[in-house]
């Protein structure tokens, strides 16, 4: 599943059946009517999964490779009607394939069919007649992705069913799904993390249906619902960082899928759509009729065996990051499958009525709707292939007519950046051109103050123009703000103004934001950014990506590696790395790009001695921001010179050669009192039981694809016995307060505090810096707000609304008015207060900082944008630095959903980076997770000048 909200995930575990209790008979099991093979007759020579396996499936859970072994036997034995693509491999090189079903008619000419596809995804150039007979002779393409996470196993084990069905059967209405459709099956989207859950699951499970077994907890390091670096795959599809998902898009790019599901586990009964009411407005109405056609077929195959499923309800359709979000955004009709039985919940489950649920029951139901969506697409094939080409087609014209027609990047000062930026819109399948000369635009709307002006941009600036046949997901992963849906939104401010009106002890309803409500990339990666209302004329060609990650980056020549990230050639080229002279006296280079720390980190390992410029300073005449990074040439050996302009290159840093520590006019030059000598950092990773896995990965992959920084894991336990002096350099992930809280308690903070004392930086995020102010705890002198029994009615029902909120209220003004009278609580209780923030669903807001605090070196501009989500918000630091802060006035809301008469209430005034002096060393504390899930790159840098400066200052 993509993962239920906290509090519904907790009500499975409510209740727990009695040891001993009943076992249910198989006579009340879902299954027991039901057969893998009753759609044939079947050819004779094709190898039955249980053939290969040794077992039924469902018995176990199956490894990699013998799921491997199985399926390739049944393409072997049908190439008549399968063709086998190898597409790529995970982190662990695992090989990730595709196999393609359709009849052999299909099978003998798909190339041609691809040719056909191509066109139908880009019809510019042709006429509609062409489209048309294109069209008409174009089966309908399914893709069937499988088991996302990897602890979600039944979808890994339905691949097999379902491969056989289409291989073998002849069954009329099989035969007729393969004439008129092209099934694109990939078996195994995440197949680290199945394989670390299934060997762990088949060494230690006994098969009881017991929920509290632990064979139904999966240990910290095992959690196979992430891929090899804890990344939930499922939330990466449009930012592409890891490898199984870029394989994977790349796969959909080729393919062209027109229907996609995503086949996931484990919820209560079965789920498949039509969706819960908040929908990316980046769709129509035509999706919700498709949507309503695949749910009904669905539902009339499970009726059939009485099973039980529901719709709508939790899972939205809102950010596009999902593996059926993203997909529909293409043209496909995307959509999520959940079944119930079988994955984490091993291969007997308990329900709450004593009936049991299995790990075939699981699987079955998974084969169904895979098949019933494949035979419900042939049925409708010609209208579905006419309707995705019909919403590419769409997708172009709305580019030339909605307001939003264009969006421009510009480089500035860390243009490595912004190319990482650029190869996430390619990769994403999305048309980016590089200006050749400077260009205009009459109304340009600026990102980071929304004014509207007139402007030029420079040659280099890269251009989006929305009217392309990518143009709708180009608009939903750039817009800075994405719509929200407003039927949805008026539910959930109805829900509030309820609970604010409720008792101290009440039970508060809950509200149904799925996921978070920001993700505009220009701000996440903290690139310069407008969209146009014109499109002036444009010099320049489209940028290409390199065909493939390859092996050894060095081998690949359209491509290089800068920073831990493949570039197109004619992108990389742009940035400039490498030292310009040989010099006297000193290497400079500036703090400015994110490439510049790992480059100064490279130099630290190697035994080179850096420094940093705290303040401003002058060098051969030229003025050099704080932050510098300076490289003295006779406090290093002879080896210097070569090494640093070969870490400059892969870093994609410029360094400049300085002559002379003369400083002919400011107040401090390169041998300044005011330049700090770095240590190199020796870092600790905490992971373990109550740290963020996903938090912890996105860290991990951070620190080693792109930095190249070395660190060493520890357990959160282990920091309260380990010996601490091994490392300067602490770092704990978002995590439950609680959780630390009580493994470490305050013996493990003062072993902390002492560490700290005696020169250690510890950088905490997130719920790890809720349980650094505690008052137990006491790390810093920061605490949350509403931690105290504070009284506070202001935000009570009746005063002025704002923002998102407003908004959406504005659209439908009367219905509304009535509608919500009738809905609140007559009363409002004695104790009922607001002075607690609510819940945030990850919403965008900007943060002053104060550019003068060695944290901040390397950010010239005065605000951030960051993200916030949950409900710690922290006071000013009493005694430590308040480094950044949500201003008290001006602008602070940016994007995503916000609580009226709550969140920028509550949140303005408070800090979002602390530097909190702490003997010779020093606590930083985030309000959040700065690298959240690998697609925040504009806080990059505080993390490492935490890490690079911290030690030595
Ligand atoms: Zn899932």
Request: aromatic share 10%; proline share 5%.
């Amino acid at each position: 599943m993509r993962l239920l909200p906290f509090a519904l995930l907790a009500s499975l575990f409510a209740t727990v059946p009695l040891p001993g209790q009943r076992l249910a008979t198989d006579s009340v099991r879902d299954d027991r009517a039901f057969s893998f093979y009753s759609r044939g007759p079947y050819r004779a020579g094709i190898p039955r999964p249980e053939q290969i396996l040794g077992y039924d499936v469902g018995e176990m859970n199956t490894q990699f490779a013998l799921q491997e072994k199985t399926l390739l036997a049944i393409a072997d034995a049908a190439k008549d009607r399968v063709h086998v693509e190898a597409i790529g491999s995970s982190y662990e090189r695992r090989t990730m394939r595709l196999y393609i079903v359709s009849s052999p008619e299909n099978i003998a000419r798909l190339d041609a069919i691809r040719a056909d596809l191509d066109r139908l995804a880009d019809p510019r150039g042709a006429s509609q007649a062409e489209l048309d007979a294109i069209a008409a002779r174009t089966p309908a393409v399914v893709m069937v992705n499988e088991s996302v996470h990897g602890n979600e196993s039944p979808g890994f084990e339905a691949g097999m069913q379902t491969l056989y069905q289409l291989a073998a059967s002849e069954e009329p209405a099989t035969l007729d799904m393969l004439k008129n459709t092209v099934v694109v099956l990939n078996p195994s989207t995440n197949p680290d993390g199945h394989e670390r859950f299934t060997v762990w699951y088949n060494s230690i499970g006994v098969r009881t249906p017991d929920t509290f077994s632990m064979e139904k907890d999966e240990p910290w390091s095992i959690q196979g619902r992430f891929n090899h670096y804890r990344f939930d795959m499922n939330r990466d599809v449009m930012t592409t960082t890891q490898r199984e998902a870029q394989t994977l898009v790349r796969a959909m790019l080729r393919w062209h899928p027109m229907v996609a599901i995503d086949q996931h586990g484990q919820v209560t009964t079965y789920f498949f759509p039509p969706t819960a009411a908040q929908l990316n407005q980046n769709f129509d109405q035509s999706f919700v009729r498709w949507m309503e056609i695949f749910g009904r077929a669905n539902a009339s195959a499970f009726d059939r065996y009485g099973w039980m499923y529901y719709s709508r309800d939790i899972f939205d359709f809102f950010g596009p990051f999902y593996w059926d979000s993203w997909p529909s955004l293409n043209g496909a009709i995307g959509m999520t499958y959940e079944t119930d039985g079988g994955g984490w919940k091993g291969i007997l489950w308990r329900r709450e009525d004593g009936s049991i649920v299995s790990f075939r029951d699981g699987i079955a139901k998974h084969f169904t709707t895979a098949l019933a969506t494949i035979q419900t697409t042939a049925e409708h094939h010609a209208e579905r292939v006419r309707d995705y080409l019909a919403f590419r087609q769409g997708a172009i014209a709305a580019g030339r007519t909605e307001a939003m027609k264009r969006v421009v990047l510009v480089p500035g000062s860390d243009p490595g950046r912004a190319a990482e930026l650029v190869a996430t819109l390619l990769r994403g399948g999305i048309e980016v051109r590089r200006a050749k000369s400077g260009f205009g635009s009459a109304r340009a709307h600026a990102y980071a103050d929304d004014a509207v002006c007139s402007r030029r941009f420079d040659a280099g600036a890269y251009v989006i123009d929305l009217a392309q046949p990518q143009g709708r997901v180009a608009k939903a992963v750039l817009e800075p703000n994405a719509g929200f849906d407003s039927t949805f939104v008026r539910a959930q401010l109805a829900r509030y103004q309820r609970n604010i009106r409720r008792g101290a002890n009440a039970p508060r309803e809950g509200y149904e934001f799925y996921d978070v409500t920001a993700w505009s990339l220009p701000v996440t990666f903290g690139v310069e950014a407008y969209w146009t209302e014109d499109v002036a004329g444009v010099d320049g060609d489209l940028l290409q990506l390199p065909a493939e990650e390859p092996a050894l980056p060095q081998a690949q020549t359209s491509a290089r590696l800068v920073g831990g990230e493949l570039l197109p050639v004619d992108i990389a080229s742009g940035i400039a790395g490498g030292v310009a002279r040989r010099p006297q006296s000193a290497y400079l280079f500036s703090a400015e790009r994110n490439g510049s720390a790992r480059l100064a980190y490279q130099l630290l390992i190697e035994g080179y001695r850096v420094s940093s410029a705290t303040r401003p300073v002058e060098a051969d005449g030229k003025s050099w921001p704080r932050g510098t990074y300076i490289v003295r040439v006779a406090r290093n050996d002879s080896t210097l010179p070569a090494r640093i302009d070969a870490l400059a290159r892969e870093s994609g840093v410029e360094v400049t050669g300085v002559n002379s520590a003369f400083s002919a006019s400011a107040q401090y030059g390169i041998g300044s009192e005011m330049i700090a000598e770095l240590k190199a950092p020796r870092i600790a990773l905490v992971g373990g039981d109550g740290v963020s896995q996903t938090s912890y990965g996105a860290i991990w992959w951070s620190l080693e694809r792109r930095y190249g920084i070395r660190f060493t894991p520890v357990a959160v336990r282990w920091l309260a016995s380990g010996d601490l002096s091994a490392f300067n350099v602490i770092i704990i992930p978002d995590a439950s307060g609680g959780a630390l809280n009580g493994a470490l308690g305050k013996e493990g903070a003062d072993r902390l505090r002492a560490w700290m004392q005696a020169g250690g930086t510890l950088i905490t995020m997130g719920g790890a810096s809720e349980w650094a102010a505690r008052e137990n705890v006491n790390l810093t002198s920061s605490r949350l707000v509403g931690a105290g029994a504070e009284r506070d009615t202001t935000g009570i029902p009746g005063a002025t609304t704002d923002t998102a909120a407003a908004k959406a209220r504005g659209r439908e003004k009367t219905s509304d008015r009535s509608q919500a009278q009738d809905d609140l609580l007559a009363t409002t209780s004695p104790s009922a207060t607001n002075a607690s923030p609510v819940e945030l669903a990850g919403s965008h807001f900007d943060v002053a900082l104060d550019r003068t605090h060695w944290l901040t070196q390397g950010y010239e501009q005065p605000q951030i944008t960051v993200m916030m989500s949950g409900s710690s918000f922290f006071k000013l630091s009493k005694e430590g630095a308040n480094v950044g802060v949500f201003p008290k006035t001006g602008k602070l809301y940016r994007a995503g959903f916000v609580w009226p008469n709550n969140t920028e209430r509550l949140l303005r005034g408070t800090a979002f980076l602390i530097e909190e002096p702490i003997g010779d060393g020093h606590l930083v504390l985030f309000a959040n997770d700065p690298m959240f899930r690998g697609w925040w790159r504009a806080l990059d840098r505080l993390v490492l000048n935490a890490v690079l400066l911290g030690p030595a200052m």
